[in-house]
Structure formats: C-alpha cells, structure tokens
C-alpha cells in the first residue's frame, strides 16, 4: 500500500490482534456477493474447503457484524457461534480429513466497503470498492483476519445494476441471471492469497488493455469523464511492468494485472492481488503530470504484487518486508525512467526527511511493529538501496530471486530475508541488521557519502552549502562564479529554492528569461515579493506548463501588482489545475474578493465555489472549497451543511480537518443560531455530531 504524501495510513496495531488457528488449513473458498447499495449491504455466501492438520475440537471465522441465516458443515446444518467478531463451530475435526463449511450471511459494513454516489441525483458517479489492510475484509467475507490463513479465492458477483466489476483473478464469465435482470460476474484465482487482499470495485469504468512482454494482460481501467487523461495517467505502465519482472529475476505470480482508479479512496493506493485500486486523484493530463503523476505508485503497488502479496510477512515487525521494498523498486523504476539525477535527488530528499526526523528524537527501528510510514518505507527503501551496495548487485539480485522462489505463496520473517541475502553473498551482514534494522537513528551521514559519492550534481551541492555557510548574502556571488557550469535540473531547482531569495534582480530576470520549466518554478515558488523590474518576467511564468507554479504565480502577482488584477485573473480564467482544482479555486476566490472585478458574475462565482464543497466532488476538492469558503468568511447554508456531513467522512484526515474548521467557525458571532437551523435537515450520524460539537 502505497500512502498518501500527506497521511500516515497503514493501522498496524490492528494486525497484531489477528487471532492464529494453525492446527486446520483453509486451502480454497467459493464466495458469492450480493451488494445491496441503496442499503449498504451485502448479502453473501462463501464455502471453505479445509484441511485438517492436527486433531482440534473447533474452528472460526473472523466475521465483524456480520449477520448468519445458517452455517453448514459437509452440506450439513450445524450449531454455532456469533460473537460479532467471529464465527466458531464446535466440532471433533480429525487429522488428515478434509471438510467444507458453507456460511450465509448479512453484512451491513461500517468500513471496509464504501458506497459512493448512491444517495445523490447524479447518474454514472455510483461506485462500491474495498479496502481490506487495515480495515478488515472480515467486515464485509466471513475470512481471516490473520496473514498466515492463505487461502484460493474464486469471487462471484451478482449485480442488479450494469456497472463494471472488477476484482480479483481472472474474469471468466459475465451472465445475464434468468428471469432476472442482474448480472453475474465470476473471477477465477488459481494461487493462495491473505484475506486482507481479496477486493473488488464497481462502477461506470472503462479500460484499455495493454501487454507485458512476458504476455500478461494489464487492464487500465478509467471513469469516462477521465478518458482524455489515461494517457499521461498510465504513463510508463507497461515500461514499469516489464522493467519490474526483469529487475526482480522473478515473474509476475498472477494472471493478470488490472488497476482501478475510485473516487475518495483513502490512500494513494493498495496492492490488492492481481487488482490494484488506487485514488483517481492520481489521474492527471499531461501538464499535471510534470509535477504529480500515478508513476511512483503505479510501480509500487506492482511491486507489492511480489513483495507483500507472493511472499508474506508472518506479523507487524515484519513489515519492512512489504513496504520497504515495495518503495525501493518504485525508486529502482523511476531510475531507470527519469534517469539517475531525478533518483539521487529524490533519495536525498527522503534522507534529510529522516535525519530530521530522527534528530526530533523520534528515530524508529525497522523491526519495530509499532513504526510510523516514513520509517517502513523511506527508511527501508533506504535499508535496501545500502544493502544492495554492500553485497554488490549481482549478489543482491540472486538473493532476492532465491528468497522469492523459496517462499513463494508463504508468509516469512526479516530472518528468513537475511539469512538468503548471508547464503547467496557469503557475507556477515550482522553489522547490516544492526545499523539498519536495529537502530532507530538514521545514519544520515553515511548516506550522505554515499550520495555524494554517486551523485556529481549532489557532491556539488554540499560543496556550495558549504562555502555558502552562514553567510547568505555570499550565496549570489558564489553561484553566480558557478552557475555556467552546472548542468543538472534538479541542482539549480535546490539551489534556488535554497537561495532564490538572496537572488539580485539582474540574476532573478537572467533565470526567468533563459532557465527551464523546473528552475522557473523555483523561483515563483521562492521569493516572497516580486519586484517591479521583474514583473513583466514574472508574468510568463502564468504561461508555464505548471500547474504548481501557475498557482504561485497568480497568487503573488495579483497581490503584489493590485492594478493588473484584471488582466491576470482574465488570462487565467478557465484553468482548472490538477485533480484538487487548485488553479480553479484560488482563482474563484480571488474574482470574489476583487472589488472591481465582473460585479455583475460574483453571484455565479459563489455559488461555483460553494458547490465544490458537495459530495459529489472528491475530498480534496471539498477541503480546498471548506478553507478558501472559511478564508473570506463566505460560508451559506448549503456549504455549512456540506461542512457537518464532511465531519463525518470516511477518511479521517478530510474529517479531522473538517472538525477543525467547523470548530473555528463556531467563534464566529451567530455561529450557533445557523447550525441549530440547519439541524433537521441532517442525517442522525451528522445531528450526533454536531449535539456532540454543541454540547447538547
């Protein structure tokens, strides 16, 4: 699972409270899903065939809420146990037998399935989709909460509506149910997964169909309002496949690979097996993708089809084994795309996030169950890149193909890694494991070498940083005496970004007039007032195919140049941005809070602003709404409405920063009276709420 830039997602502590059954295995299961949408419901069945390892006296299910109308045993009806979190029968189960047990029930998920679009007037944004690690598929599949219990899922649909089912495994039938007008889709799984990656996702999707040069099929799967951006969003998909296959020695353990972009998801994306969904914020145009596209998670989801999903950690201090690696091979794929620079840079960015994380005093190890996102997956990418450094890469490259290989469709721990990395080298890595895996300070300084040492363009930077020292207003002239010899993109983007500000205006205009797309930026991004001699420069950069510097751009120009409003907020009408529309937004509640500007179209402006707080816009979108709204005090009763229902959403950092705003909100005088008005118009979760918020 690859997280959000701003969200620290995965819930470990909840794997840790699995519960392990090791005296059966579940070796296969039949599941049948009915989704209920205008209910949030699933009505469902699954039979498991089992194997009987040792003689036991019961077995269970984890089942979250889930309601039963029977359980059999061989076809048989049989007493049971519900507690509301799992499913147990009390039975003398005899080594070397093998039974099925068939379980029917009801299931009304507070998390793990999420309903879109189902309660509103807009046709075509209905969706249902899954999100199992960390939440659970138990809440919605009698299954098994424990990573060890893999087990051959074979998936079975059936859906009233016509909308696109995707999951996992191979699609090998789609009917029209007699005297029915639903429809039955039915997925084939030939290998063992862990419950916690069986998935599914419906709604109005299209796809493209490319091929991996092994021969496997990839389904690129898009919304419609969405086709004109699958290119620049699937980008490098094949590449990064093929690439992937090679560079791990080992290939792709499944039929099929198909990726599913959804709305709201809560991360970036999750490596479901075979199935990979991810946030359909990461569906770009190609000006967007310059400065955010779905590369990096595209890769490491894929990834995680080995690392995570063929092979499996047995427990939570075993985690590095999962998103660690699935992070260093994203880096290796985006290496081996845009080139060494962009992939030094990007490591070094991550080094530094580390060291000061670590300095903070809040250094994690990597066998730590309880560490954060920065630790298991920049730390452990980290921890590989050294690893393979050490060992060399052809060493390296054996030991991950003979790991892979011995436990493939297994679950493994951190020794069972190091011991193949120590067999296949013929090296000690005892040192390794405790600098790296053991220690919770970031050894910031050995990386650093290390960069320096790959990197020319990085060796140079920390030569300039360190002649530049203290001593800021030395920075022009030494980069000045340098700057013709420098080379590098990402060099001259940090340098100025370092030191854009101590910049004179002759050095400022020469970089706006002669420098590339990301050292322009740079300097949008780093001064923090435009002087009059640059501004007719500054002004080109409204033309750049940026939306991030576009959007610093406008901001500072129509603050620091007031009689030119006009004509900036009239160039830029019409530009919407990435996914979040940052370019629309701002540009809306500039128009609003610009006196002289089109009076007479402020009222439409408005309404548009304020309407981007609704549901049927993605959470991002409705933040970015809720904070501009909150900026100029420009709340009405709808937008209000929409900021109650944001408090209780299903991704927690939307509603923690909802909860946020609407309490800063209450300051503001006739706060309560507006809320208390809108208080028959909401759902009981919402009226909870805001009693909770009020006090009552």
């Not at 028959?680 to 909870?688: F, G, T």
Request: contains cysteine; proline residues 3%; aromatic residues 14%.
């Amino acid at each position: 699972m690859k997280r959000s830039p701003f969200l620290i997602f995965f819930l470990l502590t909840q794997l840790l409270s699995a519960q392990v059954q090791d005296k059966v295995d579940f070796t296969h299961a039949e599941v049948f899903v009915e989704p209920i949408p205008q209910e949030k419901k699933i009505n469902g069945s699954v039979i498991y065939t089992f194997d009987v390892l040792k003689d036991v006296d019961s077995i269970f299910l984890n089942a979250q809420g889930i309601d039963f109308s029977s359980v059999l045993l061989d076809k048989k009806s049989v007493p049971y146990t519900s507690t509301g979190r799992t499913v147990s029968i009390s039975e003398k189960f005899k080594k070397g037998n093998t039974h099925s047990i068939e379980l029917r029930y009801t299931a009304h998920p507070t998390q793990t399935v999420y309903f879109l679009g189902w309660d509103d007037n807009i046709m075509g944004d209905e969706q249902i989709w899954t999100q199992g690690q960390g939440k659970y598929t138990s809440h919605w599949l009698p299954s098994f909460d424990d990573m060890t219990e893999k087990v051959q899922f074979n998936l079975n649909f059936i859906l009233r509506e016509n909308y696109q089912v995707v999951s996992n495994g191979k699609l090998v039938k789609k009917d029209t149910l007699p005297d029915s007008k639903a429809f039955l889709w039915q997925f084939d799984m030939q290998k063992p997964m862990s419950s916690y990656l069986v998935a599914f996702a419906i709604g109005n999707f299209e796809k493209e169909t490319v091929h991996s040069t092994s021969g496997v099929p990839i389904e690129l799967y898009y919304e419609p309002k969405d086709s004109l951006k699958v290119e620049p969003t699937y980008r490098y998909s094949q590449h990064i496949f093929d690439f992937l296959e090679k560079e791990i020695g080992v290939r792709y353990p499944w039929q099929n690979y198909k990726q599913i972009p959804v709305q709201d998801f809560l991360y970036a994306g999750m490596e479901n097996t075979g199935a990979t969904i991810f946030s359909n914020t990461l569906a770009v145009d190609s000006i967007a993708f310059k400065d955010k596209n779905y590369v990096n998670v595209n890769a490491h989801e894929l990834a995680h089809q080995w690392f995570g999903n063929l092979v499996t950690e047995k427990s939570g201090e075993h985690h590095w084994l999962h998103e660690g690696f699935a992070t260093f091979y994203a880096y290796l794929a985006e290496k081996d795309i845009f080139g060494d620079d962009y992939y030094y840079w990007h490591l070094l960015e991550t080094a530094q996030a580390l060291d000061n994380f670590s300095g903070d005093g809040n250094g994690e190890a990597l066998t730590s169950s309880s560490a954060g996102s920065l630790t298991f997956y920049e730390k452990g990418a980290w921890a590989l890149v050294m690893l393979k450094e050490r060992v060399g890469d052809i060493n390296f490259k054996n030991a991950i193909k003979n790991y892979l290989n011995k436990y493939a469709y297994k679950n493994v721990t951190i020794s069972d890694f190091m011991l193949e990395m120590e067999k296949t080298s013929g090296m000690n890595l005892s040192n390794f494991e405790e600098t790296w895996l053991q220690e919770s300070e970031f050894p910031f300084e050995a990386v650093k070498t290390f960069l320096m040492e790959k990197s020319p363009s990085i060796k140079t930077y920390f030569e300039l940083q360190n002649q530049i020292g203290e001593d800021l207003e030395s920075a022009e002239s030494i980069l000045q005496d340098t700057w013709g010899m420098l080379h590098s993109e990402q060099l001259k983007h940090h340098l100025v970004l370092d030191y854009g500000s101590k910049l004179s205006i002759p050095i400022i205009s020469k970089m706006l007039n002669t420098e590339n797309l990301k050292v322009r930026q740079a300097v949008a991004l780093s001064m923090d007032r435009i002087p009059q001699e640059i501004q007719l420069n500054f002004e080109t950069l409204l033309e750049d195919e940026s939306y991030v510097t576009l959007e610093s751009a406008l901001y500072k120009l129509w603050t620091d140049f007031p009689e030119n409003r006009k004509k900036y907020l009239d160039n830029t009408d019409g530009i919407i941005g990435f996914s979040n529309k940052n370019i629309r937004l701002l540009w809306l509640t500039l128009a609003l809070v610009t006196p002289e500007y089109n009076a007479d179209l402020k009222p439409s402006y408005f309404e548009e602003l304020s309407n981007y707080t609704s549901s049927e816009y993605h959470f991002e979108v409705r933040l970015l709404a809720f904070q501009y709204l909150k900026s100029i005090g420009g709340f009405n009763d709808a937008s209000l409405k929409n900021l109650v229902e944001a408090c209780s959403h299903h991704v927690w950092h939307f509603k923690k920063s909802s909860r946020q705003i609407l309490k800063e909100f209450l300051k503001s005088e006739g706060s309560m009276a507006r809320l208390k008005a809108l208080y028959p118009l909401l759902n009981q979760e919402e009226q909870q709420y805001l009693d909770k918020t009020l006090g009552k």
